[in-house]
């Protein structure tokens, strides 16, 4: 039970070029969520997904896609990379969304550094 | 909307107890408290909810005061392991679904 996974765990990207950060996990969970976290801010959600086949924007959408290709995985696509999406970027993942009361459960992070 | 935490920064040493403070100016439905220790990510200590219900492990204890739209993490006996950036996110009442992280207090425990 690897629980949330993600990759990769490091990337260095120049402006303008694009990536895909992948997020799985194998709890069964329903509801799957992207942060972003950046040194004293906090974590800041992107956007988030309560059930498969359905995705909502966060807090910071700008910049950013996602896909849920199914319940188990949960992907985060950036078109442009501009040096301010330098950050760490966490997947989670929780039974329900939030409203029920469930508790996320995170992955190990990406550290995306764009130059 | 983002709720504010307090104090920003503790230290402590071993065996001493520590309360960190979560505000918002908006009506809330639940709390949750996570902690993150340096280069890993955040781990899952307490959720409560609007009514009283509390999950979570058991060494932690909370509080929530829902006229106050305030919570409160209470660390006793504090030991080495406990160190680490404490968060809280909270759910907006109506506007559920996606929770809304504090800025974090970093908490240090000496021996």
């Known amino acids: 039970n690897a629980g949330v996974t993600q990759t990769p765990k490091f990337q260095v990207l120049k402006t303008g070029q694009s990536m895909t950060l992948q997020c799985a996990q194998d709890m069964n969970h329903n509801s799957m969520y992207w942060y972003r976290q950046d040194p004293g801010m906090g974590l800041r959600l992107i956007y988030y997904s309560a059930s498969e086949g359905t995705t909502d924007k966060g807090e910071v959408p700008n910049g950013y896609n996602v896909s849920r290709l199914n319940k188990r995985e949960f992907s985060l696509r950036l078109e442009s990379a501009a040096p301010s999406q330098t950050s760490v970027y966490f997947c989670a993942s929780s039974e329900a969304p939030a409203e029920k009361g469930h508790e996320q459960y995170f992955g190990p992070g990406t550290r995306l550094t764009v130059t | 909307q983002q709720p504010v935490q307090s104090p920003q920064a503790v230290i402590l040493r071993e065996g001493e107890d520590a309360v960190i403070n979560c505000s918002s100016s908006k009506a809330l439905y639940s709390v949750h408290w996570y902690r993150q220790k340096h280069g890993e990510a955040p781990v899952f200590l307490m959720i409560?909810?609007?009514?009283?219900e509390q999950k979570g492990h058991e060494k932690i204890s909370a509080s929530f005061n829902e006229k106050k739209q305030q919570s409160s993490l209470y660390l006793t006996a504090s030991q080495l392991s406990y160190s680490g950036t404490y968060f809280c996110?909270?759910?907006?009442?109506?506007?559920?679904?996606?929770?809304?992280f504090g800025s974090g207090t970093q908490l240090t425990v000496l021996p």
């Open positions: 409560l909810l609007k009514g009283g």
């Open positions: 996110g909270t759910e907006i009442w109506g506007s559920a679904r996606q929770l809304t």
